[in-house]
């Protein structure tokens, strides 16, 4: 197993990395040392920092900082329960660091388009718990060991504790929803989280399933990652009463959603267990047809398809570094990163009728890092 999660050498670690053309090769571009418990900001400064062309990480910082400060303050205290296991899970799973992607979505998309209110702050928590209730139940499904450079929540407190947790957490999320005080807001995060239970179910579906399509695998990204993304940039809109932007919101959630789905599949294939925060090649020991194994499986050999198509089966890793070197050869970290960049690409196209602004840039820098991380 040590020789399965080893740092892989420079040379086979590049094929999906795609800066702006005409850029400087930014910070995440490179091996990253571990990043656990460095904080839910320290992943984004790698990436925006180092980036021309995009708004610095300074830039995002002060235009998000006392947004997300207040996001924080409230996710603390909707944490609180007389139920001590309650608080110790939650605040273990959810105040463990993070990169925020998705409630700093809700905050930027509301400034960009003029609101001037406090409840975008309360939509951002929401998201976060949403989010954070998938993670748990995820990790009970998957058996995952390791989250965020942690032993996963399951394997400290249980499957049963971390089950009820993110019961918990979404049940939180919905209380908090009624502060709203809009049904709009409460329709179109409720049908977020139906579509994110029935993407679970898919994916639970076409696991250990090698003959899972591409449009199968878009079909789970869109339900299970990129809808939520989608929901929260959707609500900025309806928070500022610009029905008009409604539509130019959902596509750059949606398309953010699926870049960094995309890059979080190469991933599994593609860095450290350091950098990922969790074990490299999970998506193939759970049996998962993710993109960079189905596009080796088209172009590859009858050989080398056979050994991919056994291990979707097994759900192992005992061939990870052959896999590894197919995947390499066939182009498929290189194929996953250009779809990962159109989609990204139409995140950032989908702003161009947002009056400019700072917070409109930071989006577009947001677009930029879900491609060019390293985590």
Do not use: W
Request: one cysteine or more; proline letters at 3%.
């Amino acid at each position: 197993m040590e020789s399965v999660r080893r740092l892989k050498p420079q040379k086979e670690r590049e094929f999906y990395r795609f800066p702006i053309p005409g850029s400087t090769p930014c910070a995440s571009l490179f091996p990253v040392a571990n990043i656990a418990g460095l904080g839910h900001y320290r992943i984004l400064m790698q990436v925006l920092q180092k980036s021309p062309g995009i708004l610095s990480i300074d830039g995002v910082f002060s235009l998000a900082r006392d947004d997300m400060q207040a996001v924080d303050e409230l996710i603390s205290t909707s944490l609180a329960s007389d139920v001590a296991l309650v608080s110790q899970v939650s605040e273990y799973i959810v105040l463990s660091g993070g990169k925020r992607l998705r409630p700093l979505v809700v905050l930027l998309a509301s400034r960009a388009l003029g609101y001037e209110g406090d409840h975008h702050r309360r939509t951002a928590a929401i998201v976060e718990f949403i989010h954070t209730a998938t993670l748990l139940h995820d990790d009970v499904v998957d058996s995952s060991e390791r989250r965020r450079g942690m032993d996963s929540a399951n394997m400290v407190f249980g499957n049963q504790a971390s089950v009820l947790v993110g019961d918990f957490l979404y049940s939180r999320a919905f209380q908090m929803m009624v502060d709203i005080d809009s049904m709009r807001v409460m329709q179109i995060l409720a049908d977020a989280t139906n579509t994110i239970a029935a993407g679970e179910v898919m994916q639970l579906m076409n696991a250990h399933d090698p003959d899972t399509t591409e449009a199968n695998y878009r079909q789970v990204i869109y339900r299970k990652t990129a809808r939520l993304f989608e929901a929260g940039a959707q609500i900025a809109a309806v928070l500022a009463n610009r029905p008009a932007d409604e539509a130019a919101l959902i596509a750059y959630g949606q398309n953010l959603g699926v870049a960094f789905q995309l890059v979080d599949d190469a991933l599994d294939f593609n860095a450290s267990a350091d950098e990922l925060g969790k074990n490299l090649g999970d998506d193939l020991a759970e049996g998962k047809a993710t993109l960079p194994l189905i596009y080796a499986m088209q172009k590859g050999s009858d050989t080398e398809r056979a050994m991919i198509r056994q291990a979707i089966l097994d759900g192992g890793l005992d061939h990870m570094d052959d896999i590894q070197a197919v995947i390499a050869s066939t182009g498929a970290l290189r194929y996953t990163a250009m779809r990962a960049q159109e989609a990204a690409d139409q995140a950032t196209s989908a702003l161009s009728g947002i009056p400019d602004s700072e917070y409109k840039q930071a989006l577009i820098a947001i677009a930029d890092f879900a491609v060019q991380r390293r985590a």
